[in-house]
T-cell receptor
Framework: DQQVKQNSPSLSVQEGRISILNCDYT??????FLWYKKYPAEGPTFLIS?????DKNEDGRFTVFLNKSAKHLSLHIVPSQPGDSAVYFC??????????FGTGTQLKVEL | NAGVMQNPRHLVRRRGQEARLRCSPV?????VYWYRQLPEEGLKFMVY????????ESGMPKERFSAEFPKEGPSILRIQQVVRGDSAAYFC?????????????FGPGTRLTVT
């Protein structure tokens, strides 16, 4: 029973273009949504988050969009840089401290 | 400012042995979480602890696994009588009191291999 899905296991984008990573969730009780970035052999690094009372949050090159009616979350990275190549996980929580993670999307930014 | 520290980074155990994984949270953080990542999967929550208390262990297998976060010293995840299926990366995270405790800061992980 997968409550958080990232349907694209991989994504390839050219440097300078926009990267769009998607995440779907099933439980409307989730109220806080996060994106983490992970390099091989390292722990996940927090990137950006959004609460359910908002539909957009922006931090530099990173913007997270939340569509509550569709139970859909997306991360936009623009412009994409080679250093952005990593695995991106969305994570959700529903009032407690437990994070539920998606399975990740491997982003590759090509020169 | 040291982040979350985990040791060892790599641990090899034979089936039936015990594994002890240690986690030192960010200084000043009193909330500790353990997650497990199996190959080709996302991270799965195991347990949430505050100093000397287990708050949520809903993701912890009922047998062989235990966790503690004593008043002094690191948090310990203990796996008794390891089996091959325990091979995974185990990540510890911490968060501060107040603020967004949802924003958890992760350590580099311990990669457990059971032979």
């Amino acid at each position: 029973d997968q409550q958080v899905k990232q349907n694209s296991p991989s994504l390839s984008v050219q440097e300078g273009r926009i990267s769009i990573l998607n995440c779907d969730y099933t439980n409307s009780m989730f109220d806080y949504f996060l994106w983490y970035k992970k390099y091989p052999a390292e722990g996940p690094t927090f990137l950006i988050s959004i609460s359910s009372i908002k539909d957009k949050n922006e931090d530099g090159r990173f913007t997270v969009f939340l569509n509550k009616s569709a139970k859909h979350l997306s991360l936009h990275i623009v412009p994409s840089q080679p250093g952005d190549s990593a695995v991106y996980f969305c994570a959700v929580t529903g009032g407690g401290n437990k994070l539920t993670f998606g399975t990740g999307t491997q982003l590759k930014v090509e020169l | 400012n040291a982040g979350v520290m985990q040791n060892p980074r790599h641990l090899v155990r034979r089936r039936g042995q015990e594994a002890r994984l240690r986690c030192s949270p960010v200084k000043g953080h009193s909330h500790v979480y353990w997650y497990r990542q199996l190959p080709e999967e996302g991270l799965k929550f195991m347990v949430y602890l505050q100093k000397e208390n287990i708050i949520d262990e809903s993701g912890m297998p009922k047998e062989r696994f235990s966790a503690e976060f004593p008043k002094e010293g690191p948090s310990i995840l203990r796996i008794q009588q390891v089996v091959r299926g325990d091979s995974a990366a185990y990540f510890c995270a911490s968060s501060p009191d107040g603020g967004h405790s949802y924003e958890q800061y992760f350590g580099p992980g311990t990669r457990l291999t059971v032979t």
